[in-house]
């Protein structure tokens, strides 16, 4: 689907970027901090659940610091609970104590090398659609669902 | 030196769409880099920039790691950064929303560096909400009568979302008094603000203010 704006800039020249492999994509660490944020939705509003998703995986760099630096920001059960959904299996339900590095590596994958290309993000209290299209989310609302 | 990004893929049909990275753009990348080491020292882990800089994620990759999410209203101005990342081959998180409202609850307290570069013009009340609700390239300047519309709106979120060390960096212009943003600031949420750059470019007067919570104002 391509909209007068895109077409316009195939007209250009300039390409259609849903027509580009994707780069962004949302991550599962992107996602792990996206809550629905809809008109007096302000419980049980966390975490979105993905629907009809297509995945992409892609490396990235593996960087051990950061991910510990990471960790205390991560809602785990939720982390969890969607790789799962999305079929990885790799992770723990308790945040181990002891870091190692396989376990690094798994926690890695997860956070940063599943990408969800297109596909929605339900919120489990209200129902809200967030569309993602070209890797983006679309968390924008209406003016009657701002709070 | 921080590495200049690959813009190369960008085009002046694009930039009737999206902000054309300008003195403002620049201004704001001179002061982060005057900063890196400071960031480095508060080890710096979540990074937040409202508004869009199509380049800016690719200054800060190598510099040290951190997670850096994006946010912006214009769909176009988000499509502009995959391209931009795709370029330079790195992995962006970007997300198609209004200031910092989609990652309001889970980054409360959890946010090393909030950027700010708003639409800061003086224009009419009604050219903002038009601008805000088209979500064209006219969101990219339209900041009501004075300029503050839109970044009002964010400077009462900063306390919820800065972590103990964080800082916030602000873009102003003169005619949005500065003096008057930092006060409220500090009278309001606690914020210390200093004006760590500033600019003439064109008919334009540029400053760059950074805001850390008062009690830890010991760096600089
Ligand atoms: C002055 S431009 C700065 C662009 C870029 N950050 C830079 O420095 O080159 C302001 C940007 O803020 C975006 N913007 C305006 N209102 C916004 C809102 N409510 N939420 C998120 N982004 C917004 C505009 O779409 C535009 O990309
Ligand atoms: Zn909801």
Redesign the pocket.
Known sequence: MMDVEEERLCLFGIADCSLLPPTIMVRLITHNLLACHAKDCNANNFPLQFKDVKLEFREADFNPDFLKGFMPKIEWKALVDTARELGDTSLPLEQPEMLDDDFLKNLHHVLLEIHVEEGSMTCPNCNHVYPISNGIPNMLLAEHEIG | MIPTPDLSHLTSQDYDQ??E??E??FL?LDALEEDAKNLRDINACVCL??????CLELYWKNSWPFLYLC????PH?CKCTVLTGKQNHIDLNVVN???VAPFGTRLANNVDVLLF????VPTSEEEVSDA?LS?ELG???AGGSDGMR?TNVLLGRVEGLLSPEGRFYL?ALKQNNVPQIVDTMRQKYGFLGEVVLQRRAGREHLFIIRFVRESKNSSS
């Open positions: 999206v902000y990275p300008a403002d753009t704001l920039e409202v508004g869009i800089r199509l946010t912006d209203i214009n101005a929303g209004s200031l570069n708003p639409p800061y805000q979500r969101g990219s300047w839109i873009v």
